[in-house]
């Protein structure tokens, strides 16, 4: 069965330090995707990124970084510079392409920042 | 595109009554996903849609949930009778084929139901 582990409930850092939410999955599948939406405290959730399980690439996206290890397991996001517009809740997802259509998400993290 | 249409936003009713929680998915996408949210659970998959037809409802809690899918662009979700523990926000996802290059979901902006 997959699993997503977000460790970290919520995590707190003063306005242009840079933070890093961690992921970790478990999975027996070779082929699979993972993502990261966001949930600011208007409540939508909005993807962020997917990346599968192909593609070991680091991708940045302005002060946005994932950092994908498939030898550790973990699909880690980086928010560089973080400003007070970042504080939401974000989520770690998992899923297969083999005959699993469902999204598993991880427990989310909620990051805060301090202006 | 407009996105994922949810409605409505804000959902208050007594115990007991009917809720009908609605959806437009997005055109093209031929999978929908009902998720509920709530601060003891997470997200929870509820039922998913393929094509208009239910696939997997093995994550509606119990037979006062039923969702249809009429057509490709709507999608109900119906408690009846709603429960104080039923409160949560509701969202309704879609997505082209899971598990492919076009895999991510796009969610609505959900529907806050509060049942007193």
């Known amino acids: 069965a997959q699993k997503v582990t977000q460790a970290q409930t919520e995590i707190s850092v003063v306005e242009k330090e840079d933070v890093t939410l961690d992921c970790v999955y478990e999975?027996?599948?070779?082929?699979?995707?993972l993502f990261w939406y966001k949930q600011p405290p208007s409540g939508e959730l909005v993807f962020l990124i997917r990346?599968?399980?192909?593609?070991?690439q680091n991708e940045i996206s302005g002060r946005y970084s994932w950092n994908f290890q498939k030898s550790t397991s973990s699909f880690n996001f980086t928010i560089t510079a973080s400003q007070v517009v970042d504080s939401a809740v974000y989520f770690c997802?998992?899923?297969?392409?083999?005959?699993?259509?469902?999204?598993?998400f991880g427990t989310g993290t909620r990051l805060t920042i301090i202006p | 595109d407009a996105g994922v249409i949810q409605s409505p936003r804000h959902e208050v009713t007594e115990m007991g009554q009917e809720v009908t929680l609605r959806c437009k998915p997005i055109?093209?996408?031929?999978?929908l996903f009902w998720y509920r949210q709530t601060m003891m659970r997470g997200l929870e998959l509820l039922i998913y849609?393929?094509?208009?037809?239910?696939?997997?409802d093995s994550g509606m809690p119990e037979d006062r949930f039923s969702a249809k899918m009429p057509n490709a662009s709507f999608s109900t979700l119906k408690i009846q009778p709603s429960e104080p523990r039923d409160s949560a926000v509701y969202f309704c996802a879609s997505s082209r084929e899971p598990g492919t290059v076009n895999t991510e979901a796009f969610f609505g902006q959900g529907t806050r139901l509060t049942v007193v």
């Open positions: 999975t027996r599948d070779t082929t699979y995707y």
């Open positions: 997802a998992f899923i297969s392409n083999f005959g699993n259509e469902k999204l598993t």
């Open positions: 990346r599968n399980s192909f593609d070991e």
């Open positions: 849609f393929n094509n208009n037809v239910p696939i997997d």
């Open positions: 055109s093209g996408h031929d999978y």
